[in-house]
């Protein structure tokens, strides 16, 4: 069964807006990673934070967790035509599972 | 590097074939990982693989199988397809701490 579930199921922004995208969890986990997929290509880790960790930054991505509520969320910022694209959540969980458990993930457009 | 291939990249079957699609990786990551991927289901894991010689089951294991003796290989044989196996497949591999996947370019099958 999916771990994450990313909020909203679709976004549309303007170029240089910026866009946030959630994801909700259920079971304790040691680490969570975004991840994005262009139209009809494989996943393209973007990031991963760890659960000791609040926030992290990577270019013009910024990533929050919040173990109390079970969430993450992503934000890009200044946001390009480019950037369109499905965003999926994965977490780790603890214990050291040798498995990564992905939401369904975020279709984003960004329109030029 | 090449990273993580497969091939074929598109295949169609008759209901009741078999065929193994295959995956490779040549980055000497330990582990592997097959997936599928359905209109809004996300992604969900297949089977994967901690080393050499050791395979386990993920979420949706029935109707496939795997088997790794190599490092860099890991293919995953359809015994008897079925309609609902009409899916993209996603490998991926990685190395074990942390658990960040590199996914392969995907195999869009069709079942008929």
């Known amino acids: 069964s999916q771990q994450g579930e990313e909020d909203p199921q679709a976004l549309s922004i303007q170029e240089g807006e910026n866009a946030t995208m959630n994801c909700s969890y259920k079971t304790s986990i040691n680490n969570l990673q975004w991840y994005r997929q262009n139209s009809g290509r494989g996943l393209v880790h973007l990031i991963l934070i760890r659960s000791n960790e609040r926030e992290k930054h990577s270019g013009r991505l910024r990533v929050t967790l919040d173990t109390s509520k079970k969430s993450s969320s992503l934000l890009i910022t200044a946001s390009r035509a480019a950037d369109t694209a499905s965003y999926f959540c994965?977490?780790?969980?603890?214990?050291?599972?040798?498995?990564?458990?992905f939401g369904k993930g975020t279709k984003l457009t960004v329109n030029p | 590097n090449a990273g993580v291939t497969q091939t074929p990249k598109f295949q169609v079957l008759k209901t009741g074939q078999s065929m193994t699609l295959q995956c490779a990786q040549d980055?000497?990551?330990?582990?592997m990982s097959w997936y599928r991927q359905d209109p809004g289901m996300g992604l969900r894991l297949i089977h994967y693989s901690v080393g050499a010689g050791i395979t386990d089951q993920g979420e949706v294991p029935n109707g496939y199988n795997v088997s790794r003796s190599t490092t860099e290989d890991f293919p995953l044989r359809l015994l008897s397809a079925a309609p609902s196996q009409t899916s993209v497949y996603f490998c991926?591999?990685?190395?074990?701490?942390?658990?960040?996947?590199?996914f392969g370019p995907g195999t869009r099958l069709t079942v008929t």
């Open positions: 991926a591999s990685s190395p074990p701490n942390p658990l960040v996947q590199y």
């Open positions: 994965a977490t780790g969980r603890q214990g050291g599972s040798e498995k990564l458990v």
């Open positions: 980055m000497n990551h330990e582990y």
